[in-house]
């Protein structure tokens, strides 16, 4: 018979089995970093990039200090930020009135859905 104990036979397979587990998962994980990485990219795409961050920021300077119409059916405008705030210190100095106030416009903006169709099998 072996004269080893069973405790020592048990750690190398055991050791074994821990060390392959992890190469394992490690070949995973470089393989899901090649297979999921991007293109590189080159001056084109970093130009093409720029212009759209550009424009983007453009639009949006525009929507913020310039007033128009977000919804004319509704009445809704877009004002600029500093009419805005006016606006509302305004408003608020009478809480009570600013709320109903800002309730009944909400509901305006956002009419509640139509109820919903009966269900034939009712």
């Given amino acids: 018979m072996n004269s080893e104990p069973v405790g020592e036979r048990s750690i190398f397979p055991a050791l074994i089995g821990?060390?392959?587990?992890?190469?394992?998962?490690l070949i995973l994980i470089l393989a899901m970093k090649?297979?999921?990485?991007p293109p590189p990219l080159n001056k084109n795409r970093a130009a093409e990039r720029a212009k759209a961050l550009a424009e983007l920021r453009g639009v949006e300077h525009t929507e913020l200090t310039t007033p128009g119409w977000v919804d004319p059916a509704k009445?809704?405008?877009?004002?600029?930020?500093d009419d805005a705030?006016?606006?509302?210190?305004?408003?608020?100095?009478n809480p009570p009135a600013a709320r109903s106030n800002l309730?009944?416009?909400?509901?305006?903006?956002?009419?509640?859905?139509p109820p919903a169709a009966p269900s034939?099998?009712?």
């Fill in 34 to 37: 090649h297979y999921t990485q």
């Fill in 103 to 113: 309730l009944a416009r909400v509901a305006k903006a956002n009419p509640a859905p």
């Fill in 18 to 25: 821990i060390v392959g587990a992890l190469l394992i998962v």
């Fill in 85 to 93: 705030m006016n606006i509302v210190e305004r408003e608020w100095r």
């Fill in 120 to 122: 034939p099998f009712e």
């Fill in 75 to 81: 009445g809704i405008v877009r004002l600029t930020i």
